[in-house]
């Protein structure tokens, strides 16, 4: 029953993750697909236009996370990872909040955010 269809959860919404020149926030969806991880890791795909969020114990890259959660989203203000991905991908990121297209990659056991497919104006 219902093969190759996910389940929307209406309790946790979405799966996005918001970028804008100053950081990054995530969903309460995209909290829960992360599995409210206490350190995440970022990763890019400059030719695809992705970004990957890993939850990660330990790591040298390490970014705390879910210590950051604030009235059911996670902010996270990292200027030096927004000027490399507007660099490597070609973009600008203004101080207007744009939500992306999100979803949970089995293989590489991380959150997939695509710059290709912006969710504002879409609602």
């Known amino acids: 029953m219902l093969s190759g269809f996910k389940i929307f959860n209406p309790s946790t919404g979405a799966i ?9 926030s995530f969903s309460k969806g995209a909290i829960e697909c992360l599995k409210r991880p206490e350190y995440i890791i970022f ?16 790591d040298p890259m390490k970014i705390p996370f879910i210590k950051k959660e604030k009235n059911s989203y996670v902010r996270i203000n990292n200027k030096s990872f927004i000027r490399q991905i507007e660099a490597a991908c070609e973009m600008n990121l203004s101080d207007k909040v744009t939500r992306y297209f999100s979803y949970w990659d089995e293989k590489e056991e991380m959150l997939i955010v695509d710059f290709k497919r912006p969710l504002n104006g879409c609602e």
């Open 16 to 24: 996005s993750v918001s970028f804008a020149n100053y950081g990054i």
């Open 43 to 58: 990763a890019y795909d400059q030719k695809n236009k992705l970004v990957g969020v890993k939850p990660v114990k330990e």
